[in-house]
């Protein structure tokens, strides 16, 4: 086949993609296709070098592959469709058949555009712009085509290598498709596993991925074993298809709660587990957060970090609502996992409790139930399936917890006389600045590990 075939024949393809038509409009497969138009209608020498231009630009921004070819790869099978979220659920094989003869079609189509020839599509670029007068352009053009080329069967993506290969049609395989979205999720699920619920004009909110989240592991948490087998346990279930119960995590400050989620999730995505963190001013958007989760084959952890309301916000009417499990259900597969400092998340001061004198003066406070009101701000914490409870460490607990932060960073030596130094100093560090926790021990062995003297030694 030469050059203008292939030319005409890609295009094509890309003009024939139905199930994964969004992909049309990804900018590398878009500018793609302007170069070969404009190729194809022998453009102004300097528009097919801006188009080029425009199409290795786009390439090296990707930074996800090191051909064109791993990159179309990664862009097919984590493309977010109505076709790829029912095979969340289903075999393609469960599918109806013409539903995977589209499928399959699209695939083959992407199959043949991934392995677009394009140190042929440099050479005739090339060729065209020599005869303008344009060699240096030419012939840099002509070496770009070749490196951004593929030879071999790459993909990107732990899971991913050997779904497509570059001397099959990628139609085949869509059954492989099929078991890894099953596996791992359709789109943005199948890539990351935390998300934050970003709030937004009416139809605008929406899930956006976590790109770097907190890589923290259990097995770098010491102390609390209770706590978290209580967290992991109920994770399980949840996973398992059991009921589970919504859990607050209350306690003390710094003493690993929100870590433990986080740990948890992190230990268990591969088993489909995700976690959305949605803040409190995001609470009146439960529904819709759970309308977007329940339409997903994955299970969901709703995370609420630090959750606490002052006496005067009516925010927690929606969290209260789901829990209580009012007209907007929860979903199987979601589950809601808070954390907070306070027992009764909502401040109580002693002017909020009724007294007498607001009773006989019920007009003037505007509220003739206010014991109810009250009770039911304070209850919030009993919707809750599970509580559990961290408490701030003693001394020798808080000193074990620095000594395996210590160990793990390599900074706790060996001798005795080092690791004596080490408690002491851990000691001094929690009297000087924040008290006993995790997180105090934790930042303790960070700055042992920058190799700075301390504050007392100055």
Same mark, same amino acid.
């Given at each position: +086949? &030469?050059?203008?075939?292939?030319?005409?024949?890609?295009?094509?393809?890309?003009?024939?993609?139905?199930?994964?038509?969004?992909?049309?409009?990804?900018?590398?497969?878009?500018?793609?296709?302007?170069?070969?138009?404009?190729?194809?209608?022998?453009?102004?020498?300097?528009? !097919?070098?801006?188009?080029?231009?425009?199409?290795?630009?786009?390439?090296?921004?990707?930074?996800?592959?090191?051909?064109?070819?791993?990159?179309?790869?990664?862009?097919?099978?984590?493309?977010? &469709?109505?076709?790829?979220?029912?095979?969340?659920?289903?075999?393609?094989?469960?599918?109806?058949?013409?539903?995977?003869?589209?499928?399959?079609?699209?695939?083959?189509?992407?199959?043949?555009?991934?392995?677009?020839?394009?140190? *042929?599509?440099?050479?005739?670029?090339?060729?065209?712009?020599?005869?303008?007068?344009?060699?240096?352009?030419?012939?840099?053009?002509?070496?770009?085509?070749?490196?951004?080329?593929? %030879?071999?069967?790459?993909?990107?993506?732990?899971?991913?290598?050997?779904?497509?290969?570059?001397?099959?049609?990628?139609?085949?395989?869509?059954?492989?498709?099929?078991?890894?979205?099953?596996?791992?999720?359709?789109?943005? +699920?199948?890539?990351?596993?935390?998300?934050?619920?970003?709030?937004?004009?009416?139809?605008?909110?929406?899930?956006?991925?976590?790109?770097?989240?907190?890589?923290?592991? !259990?097995?770098?948490?010491?102390?609390?074993?209770?706590?978290?087998?209580?967290?992991?346990?109920?994770?399980?279930?949840?996973?398992?298809?059991?009921?589970? &119960?919504?859990?607050?995590?209350?306690?003390?400050?710094?003493?690993?709660?929100?870590?433990?989620?986080?740990?948890?999730?992190?230990?268990?995505?591969?088993?489909?587990?995700?976690?959305?963190?949605?803040?409190?001013?995001?609470?009146?958007?439960?529904?819709?957060?759970?309308?977007?989760?329940?339409?997903?084959?994955?299970?969901?952890?709703?995370?609420?970090?630090?959750?606490?309301?002052? &006496?005067?916000?009516?925010?927690?009417?929606?969290?209260?609502?789901?829990?209580?499990?009012?007209?907007?259900?929860?979903? %199987?597969?979601?589950?809601?996992?808070?954390?907070?400092?306070?027992?009764?998340?909502?401040?109580?001061?002693?002017? %909020?409790?009724?007294?007498?004198?607001?009773?006989?003066?019920?007009?003037?406070?505007?509220?003739?139930?206010?014991?109810?009101?009250?009770?039911?701000?304070?209850?919030?914490?009993?919707?809750?399936?599970?509580?559990?409870?961290?408490?701030?460490?003693?001394?020798?607990?808080?000193?074990?917890?620095?000594?395996?932060? *210590?160990?793990?960073? *390599?900074?706790?030596?060996?001798?005795?006389?080092?690791?004596?130094?080490?408690?002491?100093?851990?000691?001094?560090?929690?009297?000087?600045?924040?008290?006993?926790?995790?997180?105090?021990?934790?930042?303790?062995?960070?700055?042992?590990?920058?190799?700075?003297?301390?504050?007392?030694?100055?």
């Amino acid at each position: +086949m &030469n050059i203008a075939e292939a030319i005409l024949k890609t295009r094509a393809d890309i003009a024939g993609l139905s199930l994964f038509s969004a992909l049309k409009k990804h900018p590398l497969i878009q500018s793609l296709d302007i170069l070969l138009e404009d190729i194809f209608r022998k453009a102004a020498p300097l528009d !097919l070098v801006r188009d080029w231009a425009g199409f290795t630009k786009i390439l090296a921004q990707e930074g996800r592959a090191d051909s064109f070819y791993s990159r179309i790869v990664f862009l097919t099978i984590t493309d977010d &469709n109505a076709f790829t979220r029912k095979l969340e659920t289903a075999a393609p094989d469960q599918l109806p058949p013409a539903l995977c003869v589209l499928a399959a079609n699209d695939l083959s189509r992407l199959g043949r555009i991934a392995a677009f020839d394009l140190p *042929g599509l440099g050479a005739r670029l090339a060729g065209l712009l020599t005869k303008t007068g344009l060699e240096e352009s030419a012939a840099a053009i002509g070496k770009e085509a070749k490196f951004l080329s593929c %030879d071999t069967d790459t993909a990107v993506g732990a899971g991913m290598a050997g779904l497509f290969s570059k001397n099959t049609g990628w139609g085949e395989a869509l059954p492989k498709l099929g078991a890894y979205i099953r596996a791992h999720g359709a789109g943005e +699920m199948g890539l990351y596993s935390f998300f934050s619920w970003s709030a937004g004009p009416q139809s605008c909110s929406s899930l956006r991925p976590v790109l770097n989240p907190d890589p923290i592991k !259990l097995t770098d948490l010491s102390g609390y074993e209770d706590q978290r087998s209580v967290v992991v346990a109920n994770t399980l279930r949840f996973l398992e298809g059991k009921i589970a &119960n919504n859990l607050l995590l209350y306690g003390d400050r710094g003493t690993g709660k929100s870590a433990t989620v986080k740990a948890v999730c992190n230990e268990y995505t591969g088993r489909g587990l995700r976690l959305v963190e949605v803040r409190k001013g995001n609470l009146p958007e439960l529904p819709a957060i759970l309308n977007t989760l329940s339409s997903r084959a994955l299970r969901f952890i709703v995370f609420i970090d630090d959750l606490s309301f002052e &006496n005067t916000d009516d925010s927690f009417i929606d969290l209260k609502a789901l829990l209580d499990g009012g007209i907007e259900s929860r979903p %199987d597969n979601v589950v809601i996992y808070a954390t907070s400092n306070r027992r009764h998340l909502v401040k109580e001061r002693l002017s %909020d409790r009724p007294n007498s004198a607001e009773a006989a003066n019920a007009a003037s406070t505007g509220d003739i139930r206010a014991f109810d009101t009250m009770q039911e701000q304070f209850s919030l914490a009993d919707r809750f399936g599970i509580t559990v409870v961290y408490t701030a460490p003693n001394q020798d607990e808080y000193l074990c917890i620095a000594c395996f932060i *210590g160990q793990r960073q *390599g900074v706790l030596g060996t001798g005795e006389e080092e690791q004596r130094r080490f408690r002491d100093n851990a000691l001094r560090w929690e009297r000087w600045f924040n008290g006993r926790s995790p997180r105090t021990a934790a930042q303790y062995v960070e700055w042992v590990a920058g190799g700075a003297g301390f504050p007392w030694e100055s």
